[in-house]
């Protein structure tokens, strides 16, 4: 004979249906809500599409300006040159007369008077005075090339005699930059500047 069976203990549904109560329907708990972040505001005085530029930093640079040489007479074109503060006078006088299209004998010599001149005026002392024969044993030319050489210097406005005030029997003569000339060279100078500055603009693979 079995042992009698335990009565059952009614759940909350037995007694939600004896009553005529639906029972509750488990629901999922809302996901949690997530605040979008707000946009940055410009800075004061800027606006979006200012703030949006590219840095100016990275911007290409503006084109140099071409220099263009200043007309002049025959006469102002070998008159000597002012140069700048910034322009230094061994240098200038190098690069110019590279470009001068002087006879070789010419640029010869001057390249010697160069070397004796002030590096800064182009001034040779009275010590410093060469004569034809001193240049001629310098450069390896004849007396008499070297006394064309200098007639060429001096018409093409590379040389600018002076009197010699301490004995006044002798004509000395100094280095100069003839205007024509350093007009030309700073125009290729502006030039090569300008191409220089363009090739730094271009973007690197």
């Known amino acids: 004979m079995s042992a009698p069976a335990k009565p059952r203990i009614p759940n909350p549904g037995d007694l939600a249906r004896h009553h005529g109560v639906p029972a509750p329907v488990a629901t999922a708990a809302p996901a949690p809500q997530v605040d979008e972040p707000a946009p940055t505001p410009a800075p004061v005085g800027e606006t979006p599409a200012e ?12 084109p ?18 002012v140069l700048a503060d910034t322009e230094y006078f061994r240098r200038v006088f190098r690069w110019c007369l590279i470009h001068s299209g ?5 640029r010869l010599v001057a390249y010697d008077l160069l070397h004796r001149a002030n590096h800064r005026s182009g001034r040779l002392g009275s ?25 060429v210097l001096h018409g093409r406005g590379w040389i600018a005699y002076r009197p010699d005030t301490g004995t006044g029997t002798r004509r ?34």
Do not use: K
């Open 51 to 62: 703030a949006a530029a590219p840095d100016p930093g990275e911007r290409p640079t503006p």
């Open 64 to 81: 140099r300006p071409m220099y263009v040489p200043r007309p002049l007479t025959a006469e102002e074109a070998i008159a000597p040159a």
């Open 102 to 106: 002087l006879p070789p004998h010419a």
């Open 127 to 151: 010590a410093h005075q060469p004569d034809i024969e001193q240049l001629a044993l310098a450069t390896g030319l004849a007396e008499l090339q070297v006394g064309v050489a200098l007639q």
């Open 172 to 205: 000395l003569f100094d280095l100069v930059i003839p205007a024509l000339a350093l007009e030309q060279a700073r125009a290729r100078r502006y030039l090569h500047q300008r191409e220089h500055d363009q090739a730094q603009d271009q973007p690197t693979n």
